[in-house]
């Protein structure tokens, strides 16, 4: 099995936790996306919408969009309930995630930490704002559960976990929401954990 993957984005980094948290080796192939090596014809043959990661689980076969590999991972495990209801909830939080959660925070991330906008620029503030409501909306959730789904660790908090845990790099202040720095707190403690995500390389930024 082979990962071809950056680094430092989040996305990649979902799946890496994984990997880990079910004890399945792979080869990790490294794609300097800020080089172009995700835009060749060799990678768009990969993922002809040229993003990492992209999870090749056996020769010849690919599979890109990291919560798209997450359920492929998960399937058959702890991380993913048998019930169909709980399924369910596991691709609401996922779709949430993609919906609500990183095209603001995991933007506004891109953005403050390459330079590609200013922190006072109004574009990077509506993605903040947004990120804010969906923070908001977690904290909602989870003041009454422990996790996302039935109460139990899944494929969901590893999903969100990514990109929330890095708010603060998106100029997103955690500090008013205590129920998902708790929620944090433990997916942190889960099994497996991976360490923090490594930071850009020095070609990411803007000069």
């Excluded at 076969?61 to 399924?87: Q, V, W, Y």
């Excluded at 933007?107 to 403050?112: E, I, N, Y």
């Excluded at 990514?162 to 720095?181: F, I, K, T």
Aim: with cysteine; net charge neutral.
């Amino acid at each position: 099995m082979r990962l071809y993957d950056y680094l430092p984005s989040a996305n990649g980094y979902k799946v890496r936790t994984l990997l880990k948290q079910l004890g399945l080796a792979y080869e990790l192939v490294p794609v300097d996306i800020f080089a172009g090596e995700s835009h060749t014809a060799d990678f768009h043959a990969k993922n002809p919408d040229g993003r990492i990661p992209v999870l090749e689980p056996e020769p010849g076969r690919f599979l890109a969009e990291s919560n798209a590999i997450l359920l492929f991972l998960a399937e058959g495990t702890r991380f993913l309930p048998e019930d169909r209801f709980a399924r369910a909830q596991v691709h609401q939080w996922m779709f949430f995630e993609q919906n609500a959660v990183e095209p603001n925070i995991g933007t506004a991330r891109f953005w403050l930490l390459t330079g590609r906008q200013p922190p006072e620029s109004d574009v990077l503030r509506n993605r903040v704002q947004n990120g804010e409501r969906a923070l908001a909306a977690m904290e909602r959730h989870l003041g009454r559960h422990t996790f996302l789904v039935e109460e139990r660790y899944t494929v969901a908090d590893v999903c969100l976990y990514a990109y929330v845990h890095l708010a603060p790099e998106a100029g997103v202040d955690l500090a008013p929401y205590p129920s998902v720095r708790a929620w944090l707190e433990r997916v942190k403690a889960q099994p497996g954990f991976l360490g923090p995500v490594p930071p850009y390389s020095a070609n990411a930024r803007v000069r």
